[in-house]
């Protein structure tokens, strides 16, 4: 009995051990030093908008969100916001949030991504038990798809409501922005100037979402692709056209073989980047 306890005992540490040398992710701020996520915390209280960028499979990203978010909520007013959802799907979140419809109906008659049920229904719950405002911030993607397809003057034949779900057209638009070059150079002979513009019709639909909810008195936090916000372009970029002052913090999302050093490319991507193990479980 006693050798079963010791034999115990030391694979217990041994796996104890093994933890500790083989972390599921570590925090790191925009320089590449490790950070610790009480000062993530103590620099979001300090925000009036968060851009919290994920993969979007990413389940320590995930968690992560949710955490944060309760923590901030704990002292701090809210308002939660997605680019999962689509701002012609705002009614139908709406109706969810104060209980007209349940989460089947929901499901029913909102677009909503295949990961919701493990992913983002935690968040919108979290605003449903405590009365926040839940922001269906994002273009709808048929439209999108329009300006891919046919450029954004294509935009003209939509009706005034439909042009409602969208930002003001025209949009302000930088196409020397790195993010937008970087989809040239990945796209190769796809990367064309329509999916470009695609891409920053979101971006703004997003940024122009966002901008009236800003307040000194609340903490707006908006979850979205990192590629949306990397490098403080993208959403954050809109954001500044379309709102006064404010203060700003990004979160990026990395996977790296070992994430004990955040690798040279992955520098500069957001004020705090999550830095997980490529070998952490994906939601799908």
Known sequence: MLRIALLFLITFSLNIGYSQKKPAYALYNSKGKKVSYKKLVKNAEKSDVILFGEEHNNTIAHWLQLELTQKLGEDNQLVLGAEMFERDNQDELNDYLNGTIDAEELDSVARLWINYPTDYAPLVDYAKENGLIFVATNIPRRFANLVYKKGVEALDTLSDEELSWIAPIPFPYDSLLSTYQNIIKMMGEHGTPKLVKAQAIKDATMGH????????????IHYNGAFHSNYYEGILW?????????????????TQANVGKLEKEHLGKADFIICVDEDVTTSF
């Open 209 to 220: 979402s966002i901008a009236p909810y800003l307040s000194d008195s609340t903490i707006f």
């Open 238 to 254: 809109y954001l500044n056209q379309y709102a006064d002052s404010f203060t700003a913090l990004t979160i990026s999302t990395v």
